[in-house]
């Protein structure tokens, strides 16, 4: 009973976030509003399936956590910014000028609290709530595979099938699950997440929003070649490599 309830919870808190903004349009004051009702359901689904409430998942101010998030946003964000670089001078896309005050600074600030949220409820769903209702009852290796595979999955769902957002999505979804079990902290985990994101939101607009533009303004590039084409793939993978490499380097505060 226990084990249908907690799937039954994953489905009740993942299909909230997912279906939600297919289903009605949100501007902004909507959108804040439904991220953070979120958290209000995720506790007590958390509640219900025996858990004790949202800090189970992950969401709770341990000591380091903002320098946890700091980390690895540098990581997600820094890494992330070298590939749209190279993609730039490579000719993938033009950079055609840059927003102005006061466009420039509510597009950053809706940016950063909007990757945020957004990154910090991805990972609570796929990772925060399945490593609370399964770490320690299965090995560790097949909890990482299977919140992988759940975070592959939920991004076939929001953006349609494609083999290289596939192994995107796998590679990102290893790098993201290995921290948290190192760590047991979700903040690295959505430190990294929101990095990344936050950097698309700066070259190609905010998701959904796109047609704004970000706070560079961009037009397509001629050059096409399979190296830009897969930049993303091999910046996930250079991600993951310089996370196992660099983590027992890292002064991570963990909770695990």
């Known amino acids: 009973m226990g084990v249908v309830l907690a799937w039954i919870g994953f489905l009740i808190i993942d299909i909230y976030f997912n279906l939600v903004p297919l289903l009605y349009p949100l501007n ?95 990972d609570l769903i796929v990772r925060g709530y399945v490593f609370a209702h399964l770490k320690g009852k299965i090995r560790n290796m097949n909890l990482l595979l299977l919140s992988t595979f759940i975070y592959a999955l939920d991004d076939v769902w929001l953006v349609g099938f494609s083999v290289q957002n596939t192994i995107f999505s796998v590679l990102l979804g290893l790098t993201l699950g290995y921290v948290l079990l190192r760590s047991g902290s979700i903040w690295m985990n959505t430190g990294i997440h929101m990095g990344l994101n936050v950097m698309y939101c700066i070259v190609y607009g905010i998701p959904g929003r796109e047609a704004a533009q ?43």
């Open 28 to 122: 902004t004051v909507l959108w804040l509003m439904y991220a953070c009702f979120f958290f209000v359901l995720a506790h007590h689904v958390a509640m219900l399936t025996g858990l004790k409430g949202i800090s189970a998942l992950g969401v709770k101010a341990h000591y380091g956590w903002k320098r946890n998030l700091r980390i690895g946003f540098l990581f997600g964000a820094g890494i992330w910014a070298a590939m749209y670089l190279l993609l730039w001078i490579f000719g993938d896309f033009q950079v055609e000028g840059i927003k102005k005050a006061p466009q420039a600074i509510i597009f950053m600030v809706e940016a950063l609290a909007g990757m945020f949220l957004g990154s910090l409820i991805n």
């Open 214 to 256: 970000g706070l560079i303004l961009t037009a397509p590039g001629n050059a096409h070649s399979f190296l830009l084409e897969n930049a993303h793939i091999f910046a996930a993978v250079l991600l993951l490599l310089v996370i196992l490499l660099a983590y027992g380097r890292l002064r991570i505060n963990s909770t695990a």
